[in-house]
C-alpha cells in the first residue's frame, strides 16, 4: 500500500510558476513510477507527466510538454511538478498518482492522493 499526500497548489497568475509536491509513504513507495494526472471541471480526468521508479525515464502530455518538469526526491520520496508558463487551460484539480507495473504513459494508476487545487487566472 502506498499513500500519496499532495502540496503546493493554489493561484497563479497566466504566465507564471508553481510547484507542486506529492510526498509518499509505504515500505516500497520508492519502487513506484509516480506521476500527475490532472481534472478541470466538466471535463474527464487527463494524464500530466510520470516519471519512472529510478527516474530513468519521464512522460508528459503533449499539452504540457516543454512548459512542466517532474523530479523526484528519494531521500524525502517525494516527486515534484515544476509548473512554468502556465495557462488558464491549466486550471484543474491536480492528483498524484504511483503504479508499480503500468509503462509510461499512464491512462490510470494504482495509487491517487485525494488532489491539489490549481487555479490559473489570465
Known amino acids: 500500500q502506498v499513500q500519496l499526500v499532495e502540496s503546493g497548489g493554489g493561484s497563479v497568475q497566466a504566465g507564471g510558476s508553481l510547484r507542486l509536491s506529492c510526498a509518499a509513504s509505504g515500505r516500497t513507495s520508492s519502487s513506484y513510477a509516480m506521476g500527475w494526472f490532472r481534472q478541470a471541471p466538466g471535463k474527464e480526468r487527463e494524464f500530466v507527466a510520470a516519471?519512472?521508479?529510478?527516474?530513468?525515464?519521464?512522460a508528459f502530455a503533449d499539452s504540457v510538454k516543454g512548459r512542466f518538469t517532474i523530479s523526484r526526491d528519494y531521500a524525502q520520496n517525494t516527486v515534484y511538478l515544476q509548473m512554468s508558463s502556465v495557462k488558464p487551460e491549466d486550471t484543474a484539480v491536480y492528483y498524484c498518482?504511483?503504479?508499480?507495473?503500468?509503462?509510461?504513459?499512464?491512462?490510470?494508476?494504482?495509487?491517487w492522493g485525494q488532489g491539489t487545487q490549481v487555479t490559473v487566472s489570465s
Open positions: 516519471i519512472s521508479w529510478n527516474g530513468g525515464r519521464t
Open positions: 498518482a504511483a503504479d508499480h507495473l503500468r509503462p509510461l504513459p499512464w491512462t490510470d494508476a494504482q495509487y
